[in-house]
């Protein structure tokens, strides 16, 4: 089934640690976007690409980096965890700006 | 900067009342507007969007209206019902060099039995 898909669904690991974020779509759409989203909160973008080889900084994009070496695949790394990046992440993908966002189901990541 | 605002933060209805969530944008280039549904743990969800050139857009018991002029549109649920409690997020698509769907804070809808 066409979806977008995000790995681990839960994650908790200790400050200082680096970690990747998985995302992958099989619906072949060009952009794609990383947010943070507290619970039932405001979602925060913290970075998007338009395709392959084409990454763009949101507005909370300092303490990590992204990737798109592949039009399915759109990983998110922090390279050094701290506790303030607990939070859940949310990856979007849509075939264009005039078109609603399919979400993933998240990555809760907590940070001890 | 560009941004959406969205109200109420907060909304409780009985069931079968009307709910209605109104946003406002800055950007009057927008040119798209969805709204999302996020029910507890869950994904969000399209469950309705409009473009500008269009004033208002029904499914079933959901409407979103749009007033270009005044830079603002609404979601509207008639008949509401236990199910319809979830976080609803509207969207404008704004400026950034392309343009990006940028989002309002939210408005958490209860409905009461």
């Known amino acids: 089934e066409a979806d977008i898909y995000q790995t681990p669904r839960y994650l908790v690991i200790g400050t200082g640690k680096k970690i990747t974020l998985e995302c992958s779509q099989t619906m072949g759409h060009d952009k794609m976007y990383w947010y943070q989203q507290d619970p039932g909160m405001e979602l925060h973008l913290i970075h998007y690409s338009y395709g392959v080889n084409s990454t763009e900084k949101g507005d909370l994009s300092s303490e990590s980096t992204v990737s798109r070496i592949r039009t399915e695949h759109f990983p998110l790394t922090l390279e050094s965890a701290r506790p303030s990046h607990t939070s859940q992440y949310l990856c979007?993908?849509?075939?264009?700006?005039?078109?609603?966002?399919?979400f993933g189901s998240g990555t809760r990541l907590t940070v001890v | 900067g560009e941004n959406v605002e969205q109200h109420p933060s907060t909304l409780s209805v009985q069931e079968g009342d009307s709910a209605v969530i109104k946003c406002t944008y800055s950007?009057?280039?927008?040119?798209?507007f969805p709204w999302y549904k996020q029910e507890l743990g869950k994904r969000p969800q399209l469950i309705i969007d409009i473009r500008s050139n269009v004033g208002e857009k029904k499914d079933q018991r959901i409407a979103v209206t749009l007033n270009k002029t005044a830079k603002h549109f609404s979601l509207h649920i008639t008949e509401t019902q236990p199910e319809d409690s979830a976080v609803y997020f509207c969207?404008?698509?704004?400026?950034?060099?392309?343009?990006?769907?940028?989002f309002g804070r939210g408005t958490s809808l209860i409905v009461h039995p």
């Open positions: 969207a404008a698509s704004i400026r950034r060099g392309s343009y990006i769907p940028t």
């Open positions: 950007d009057s280039a927008s040119n798209y």
């Open positions: 979007a993908s849509t075939p264009s700006a005039r078109e609603g966002y399919t």
